[in-house]
């Protein structure tokens, strides 16, 4: 008995010092920015997709044909959650994280060499909704899983700060796709790149793929699912898995998570980025150079805020920031953008539509909530940390806000297990 405690212990300490705690918020994080980075070339592209996949006379139903397949994915991010997440809770984070990235990875690349509506007609549009799905499938079981895999490595009093980074993962993979997009975009002549060009930042994803699976291959079980692994209590099937994840009271939580804190940051987020980019664009005629720079800048200078508002949280509380950051959004959106409006200094023809614009501000920023409610759901549901009851609320958010806009106890904490890695 002495013997197996020592080979115990020893096991333990070979563990520890397999990689830090850095090592494993690297790890989490540089995948998840890859899969967002994948996730939002589509909707970048969006303009330079639609007419080759959806041709029509009337450009503004190939637009619309264009964004339908985009919400395809948000569509499925749910089921990708509920999916993945079992997934997780039963086989383990570890492995659910290689299949996800894999995924996401084979998608963005089969998306850079599909061929177009002219070479082989419906197929096209059918072959792009397909991995658009598929894309969705792997983002709805990463994003949350990440920030479960992080939150179970973390001590409680850090919980929020050390979650938060995943939260710039999706800052980080929109400012990479924006980036190299411009880059290709300035480095080509125009009709290279809508014939071919825009395939390039699809293809450059197997690299960045092959980075993140190297990192991700090297990684061990949460502490936490180790231990319920060794004690027996851990998920072993389907039907134990849906009992664990939806009994008692967990529903009206869960319902409670998706509409009263993930609704309203997925608006915020979606309003002051994704679509702050579009109506620069498609609506005030700002020249996609300036555009993309001011969103580049924006979305620079807000990044670090998200550490800041998780360490924050760590001391005053996840509420009253989720609040006030929803708060400052309402107040705030609709003058921002009667701002953008007239700072664009716009050109009107004789019917009063937009011809063009020359802005006259090298700069805007936008105020986001900061994502503090992934720490709240992993402590929500901390009687027997379930993946996917956490990724379900993240998702379904999605459905809910961003396609419109383009236990019967509960713990205060986590459980303490041994710990794998150092801090």
């Known amino acids: 008995m002495v013997q197996s405690a020592q080979t115990t212990r020893a096991g333990t300490a070979t563990q520890s010092r397999a990689y830090s705690l850095p090592f494993v918020i690297t790890a989490s994080s540089a995948g998840t920015i890859i899969e967002w980075y994948d996730f ?16 029509s006379a009337n450009p503004t139903l190939v637009l619309l044909a264009g964004f339908t397949a985009y919400a395809a ?36 690349v089969l998306v850079g060499l599909l061929p177009t509506h002219d070479q082989i007609g419906i197929l096209a549009p059918v072959g ?47 400012f990479m796709a924006l980036a190299i997009i411009l880059i290709f975009r300035t480095q080509m002549a125009a009709a290279d790149f809508a014939s071919v060009g825009w395939r390039y930042p699809f293809l450059l994803s197997a690299i960045l793929v092959a980075f993140a699976l190297y990192l991700r291959i090297r990684l061990r079980e949460t502490p936490l699912f180790a231990r319920l692994k060794q004690q027996n209590q851990a998920v072993t099937g389907a039907g134990n898995w849906a009992r664990e994840a939806f009994s008692g009271r967990k529903v009206g939580t869960i319902l409670l998570v998706l509409l009263g804190l993930t609704a309203g940051q997925g608006v915020v987020w979606y309003q002051g980025q994704f679509q702050a980019n579009f109506f620069m664009t498609t609506y005030l005629k700002i020249p996609f150079q300036q555009s993309y720079t001011i969103m580049l800048w924006a979305v620079a200078l807000a990044t670090p805020f998200f550490l800041f508002f998780g360490w924050l949280s760590d001391r005053i509380g996840r509420k009253v920031i989720i609040l006030a950051g929803c708060l400052i959004a309402a107040v705030t959106y609709i003058p921002l953008y009667h701002a953008m409006t007239d700072a664009a200094n716009v050109t009107r023809n004789a019917k009063g539509l937009i011809t063009g614009a020359s802005p006259n501000v090298p700069l805007r920023s936008t105020v986001r909530s900061p994502r ?28 809910c806000c961003r396609t419109s806009s383009p236990g019967s106890s509960v713990r205060p904490s986590l459980p303490a297990a041994p710990r794998t890695c150092r801090s």
């Open 73 to 108: 994915g948000f569509l499925v991010r749910p089921f990708g959650a509920v999916f993945f997440g079992a997934l997780g809770d039963i086989i383990g984070r570890k492995y659910t994280f290689l299949v996800t990235i894999s995924t996401m990875g084979i998608a963005t």
């Open 128 to 174: 792009l909704i397909i991995l658009r799905l598929a894309q969705g499938l792997a983002l709805g079981g990463e994003y949350g899983g990440a920030a479960i895999y992080v939150a179970e490595h973390a001590p409680d009093n850090k919980r929020g700060l050390y979650t938060s980074w995943i939260q710039t993962t999706a800052t980080v993979g929109f």
């Open 40 to 55: 939002y070339l589509y909707a970048t592209l969006t303009p330079f997709l639609a007419p080759l996949f959806f041709p």
């Open 372 to 399: 503090s409610w992934l720490s709240i759901s992993a402590r929500r549901f901390a009687t027997r940390p379930s993946r996917s009851r956490t990724t379900s609320g993240t998702d379904g958010s999605a459905v």
